[in-house]
Structure formats: C-alpha cells, structure tokens
C-alpha cells in the first residue's frame, strides 16, 4: 500500500482491490456524484479502478499525479476518491486537484483536511507554482472547500463550472501558513 499523503485522520493511497466495493458505493449515491456526471453502476466503477490498479502495478508507479484513494485512519476504509490530473485550459495543461468523499463523512472537517494536503503536497512535493480545481457552482461545500484552502475563483469553462486557483507565491504568505496550522490543531483536536 503506497501512501502519497497522510494527515491526522487520512491516508491518501494508491487504490486496492478491496477498496472496490466502497468506491462502488460512493459512484452510486446520486448525493456524492451529483457534481461528478451522476451516477455510475457498479460495473463502471468496478472497470474504472480495476484499470487504475492494474495500471498502476504494471507500471510500478510512484508518480506524483494520478487517482488514489482516501482511507480513514480509524475506521479503516476506503472513504472517497482523489487524486491530481492534468486539466488543459486554454492549451496549456494545468494540474487540477479532484476528490469525493462517502456522504457519511461529510461535515467532519474531512474535505478540508485532505485538500488542504493536497495543496501543499503540490507546492512543496512536486514544486507546482499553481493548482486549479474545476467546481460547479452549485456545489457548495466544494465552493467552501476551495476558499477554505484559499484558491480563488478565476472564470467560468466547460459545462458551467467554475475554476478556482491557488498560486504558490500567494500561499506562502505567513499569515496564511499560520492560519492552516490553526485549522488543522482544531480539526484533529475535536474529531470535526
């Protein structure tokens, strides 16, 4: 189990076999893939990370770009889907970070923890000077999310969504270094 990125209460992991079911079941739910196309059947779902791991194995991968899973330290599961693709805006690629949590662990603070990771796995990681996100503007706990991590909103593209970036240089402001640690403390501090 190759972990890319751990906080207080996440691994963040290449995809196993075992995790399968509980991705079927999160692609299933009309609730959590409302923004991500809608829902797909369990043999989608099964195909698509049957190919994602039989792609990674193949390949021996270590890369710092790809989907991976979001495993729940405590209750030991595969509770989402994440990862860092290359998104191409304008003819120029850009890498776009991506998640989706299981509905049950929504309102934990865990979106918050592990994109605020995935941010900074991409600046001070892999070295990226800016990390975009593609939201539909009604989904707006991801709207939160992304304000939370402090990517502002740049324009409308495909689909009427909306992308949001965070520069680098932006980021590593003191201030906002501070501010993360804080909401990280209380995050781990109170379970939320």
């Not at 079927?24 to 959590?32: L, T």
């Not at 941010?119 to 989904?139: A, M, S, T, W």
Request: with cysteine; proline share 2%.
């Amino acid at each position: 189990m190759a972990i890319i990125l751990e906080t207080p209460r996440l691994n963040i992991r290449h995809p196993e076999r075992q995790d399968i079911d509980d991705l079927v079941n999160i692609f299933a739910s009309r609730v959590c893939a409302r923004f991500l196309g809608g829902v797909t059947t369990a043999e989608e779902t099964r195909n698509r990370f049957e190919c994602v791991i039989d792609f990674q194995e193949e390949l021996n991968l270590d890369e710092k770009l790809g989907t991976w899973v979001i495993h729940h330290k405590t209750d030991n599961r595969c509770i989402g889907e994440a990862g860092l693709n290359l998104y191409e805006i304008d003819g120029t690629e850009a890498v776009a970070m991506h998640g989706v949590l299981a509905f049950s662990y929504w309102g934990k603070g865990l979106a918050l923890e592990f994109f605020s990771a995935l941010r900074d796995y991409c600046f001070y990681e892999i070295g990226l000077q800016r990390v975009v996100g593609k939201i539909h503007p009604d989904n707006k706990p991801s709207l939160k999310v992304a304000r939370d991590i402090f990517m502002e909103y740049e324009r409308e593209v495909e689909d009427g969504c909306h992308l949001y970036s965070v520069q680098r240089f932006c980021w590593l402001d003191d201030e906002k270094s501070n501010y993360f640690q804080r909401l990280l403390n209380v995050a781990a501090s109170t379970d939320m």
